[in-house]
């Protein structure tokens, strides 16, 4: 029996030129990075899908009150998204200096080892 191999995202070709593809919680790990970084009404037929970490971000000053936003923001859209695929346990926002860090701690289900994702954007992206 061979294990289910989903494509890599964003889309990439692998070494033999072929689509490159990541086992399946890596794949989950993908789509969580996904979700994180794509912003409200960047999709045409979804507009509410995506947290939008880097766009909503871009012109506001680093608060804590923003890493609070945030938080809630990535929160409700993991949980909108892939409600169906992982538990979403914690997103922990943190401010320092001029960039942004987001750790989403998740549990893939039916009923998975817990998992950490972080993405950290700098001030230039934000």
């Given amino acids: 029996m061979t294990t289910m191999r989903f494509p890599v995202q964003p889309w990439q070709l692998g070494g033999s030129r072929r689509l490159a593809t990541r086992m399946p919680l890596e794949h989950l790990d993908d789509l969580v990075r996904l979700v994180l970084l794509t912003g409200p ?3 045409l037929h979804r507009p509410g899908f995506g947290a939008g970490l880097g766009a909503s971000t871009l012109f506001q000053p680093l608060s804590t009150d923003l890493a609070g936003t945030v938080r ?3 929160r409700g859209s993991l949980t909108s998204a892939l409600g169906d695929r992982l538990d979403v346990l914690d997103v922990i926002v943190s401010v320092a200096d001029s960039t942004l860090s ?3 701690v998740y549990r893939p289900k039916p009923a998975g080892e817990t998992r950490r994702v972080t993405l950290t954007l700098p001030a230039a992206a934000l």
């Fill in 72 to 74: 809630a923001r990535a």
């Fill in 102 to 104: 987001a750790e989403v």
């Fill in 41 to 43: 009404n960047e999709r």
